[in-house]
């Protein structure tokens, strides 16, 4: 875009600013690439309502998952203020030194898109160890290669690593994908992001997170541990904000959510289940708009405590 003379602009605080439909108006803005986080400060309102986005032509969301009700909102948003705007997926902008995987705009699922032109993927089960081409259903870690894709090193130091795969170098993600029928790719969670207790049982927060966060009426989610002083262990504790304030309806949300994750869906096993949850109206974030666990786990963000108990009828 800039070879043919258009202009970049980049907002103070990333995706955390809280002027950018002030620079949508004075710059007449018509594509924005951003985090899910800074279109959730338009839909809370606010003095930036001042601010006219009528010549925004495009959205592209990237930085974290991004749920289909989630977009569906900023769709009416945008809607009731006249655009007609398109809201895409980006993934890839760091490393890889350019996107990497699309969804158009078109798309009203939650799939971050298809691999783009140049860009060759691999997934890794880790349960069979083994890689997998870009050539059937698969779940596992994403890996990234392109002829853009960045050394990891700057003279001798080394920022990250990158992996040899038959003979090319790729980078993981750590984030885990599945290749659906129509070769879309769909974020599961953070690879990564999980913790083990006294008991060496594994709680696959990044897994959870994704899955929570994808239900009707939960804003945005985040698994913290947190130590029990009762059984001298860490537990799994899910801090979540809702779509409404009222606390009754929130906790109606989120036990629906779990209702769905552990027993409808049936895809997540049940020692990933939370053993209490934070009710807040506020989540912490990084610049890039991801969520900040270690702001959550500080104790900095306060909420409603409440402990979760399964029911269990016939034993399951």
């Excluded at 969301?61 to 749920?67: A, D, I, P, T």
């Excluded at 769709?75 to 997926?89: D, P, R, V």
Aim: include cysteine; hydrophobic fraction near 35%.
């Amino acid at each position: 875009m800039l070879a043919a003379g258009n202009k970049l602009l980049t907002a103070n605080f990333g995706v955390m600013s809280f002027n950018s439909r002030k620079v949508v108006d004075v710059y007449k803005t018509n594509i924005i690439y951003s985090g899910i986080m800074e279109l959730n400060q338009w839909l809370a309102g606010g003095s930036n309502e001042q601010y006219r986005i009528s010549s925004l032509d495009l959205i592209i969301l990237g930085g974290s998952y991004v749920s289909a009700e989630n977009k569906k909102r900023i769709s009416e948003y945008l809607k009731e203020h006249g655009l007609n705007t398109g809201i895409a997926n980006g993934y890839g902008l760091s490393e890889a030194s350019g996107a990497c995987i699309y969804a158009p705009a078109d798309r009203e699922d939650d799939t971050i898109g298809f691999p783009l032109p140049g860009v060759t993927i691999k997934i890794y089960d880790e349960e069979a160890k083994k890689y997998y081409s870009y050539d059937g259903e698969h779940t596992g870690v994403l890996y990234i290669h392109s002829d853009a894709l960045s050394s990891g090193r700057i003279d001798d130091t080394t920022y990250f690593n990158i992996d040899e795969i038959d003979g090319l170098p790729y980078i993981c993600t750590f984030d885990a994908v599945r290749i659906n029928k129509d070769k879309s790719l769909s974020y599961t969670g953070r690879a990564n992001r999980f913790f083990v207790n006294n008991e060496g049982i594994r709680f696959d927060a990044g897994l959870v997170e994704t899955s929570v966060s994808a239900q009707h009426g939960i804003d945005g989610c985040a698994i913290i541990p947190a130590y029990d002083k009762g059984i001298h262990d860490t537990v799994p504790v899910l801090s979540v904000k809702t779509t409404v304030k009222n606390d009754i309806e929130s906790l109606a949300i989120v036990r629906q959510a779990l209702i769905q994750v552990f027993i409808k869906d049936n895809k997540i096993g049940e020692s990933n289940l939370p053993e209490q949850c934070i009710l807040t109206n506020e989540l912490a974030y990084k610049t890039n708009g991801k969520i900040d666990i270690y702001r959550l786990t500080s104790g900095e963000i306060d909420g409603r405590k409440y402990r979760i108990s399964a029911v269990r009828p016939n034993k399951k």
